[in-house]
Nanobody
Framework: QVHLAESGGGLVQAGGSLRLSCAAS????????MGWFRRAPGKDREFVAA????????YYADSVKGRFTISRDNAKNTVYLQMNSLKPEDTAVYYC???????????????????WGQGTQVTVSS
């Protein structure tokens, strides 16, 4: 079982930056991929970014490529999402998610992730 807890959301003006963090429980953090997803009001949950267990491979949705950066610190059991040049359309609840421990595949669909955090609200004002 993996427990996830996000932090770092808030209100920011368009063009600003935020960094989200997601702390994971357990001692096998480096063995599974992590992802960030978001759900905007009235929309389905969508993929934002994912990172392999080692941190050597990263993937991004086209809508955030070049503005967002996913990273991880395996010594701290934490994954980050640095969000720059934020736009009002980035407003959403952001969720971190974990693949099953020991699974090396980096998924980009929500059904490929077994563990989810409670979400953190990001609001970008125009």
């Amino acid at each position: 079982q993996v427990h996830l807890a996000e932090s770092g959301g808030g209100l920011v003006q368009a063009g600003g930056s935020l960094r989200l963090s997601c702390a994971a429980s357990g001692r096998t953090f480096s063995t599974y991929a992590m992802g960030w997803f978001r759900r905007a009001p009235g929309k389905d949950r969508e993929f934002v970014a994912a990172i392999s267990g080692s941190g050597g491979s990263t993937y991004y949705a086209d809508s955030v490529k070049g503005r967002f950066t996913i990273s991880r610190d395996n010594a701290k059991n934490t994954v980050y999402l640095q969000m720059n040049s934020l736009k009002p359309e980035d407003t959403a609840v952001y969720y971190c998610a974990a693949r099953p421990p020991g699974s090396w595949y980096v998924g980009r669909s929500s059904y490929e992730y077994d563990y989810w955090g409670q979400g953190t609200q990001v609001t970008v004002s125009s």
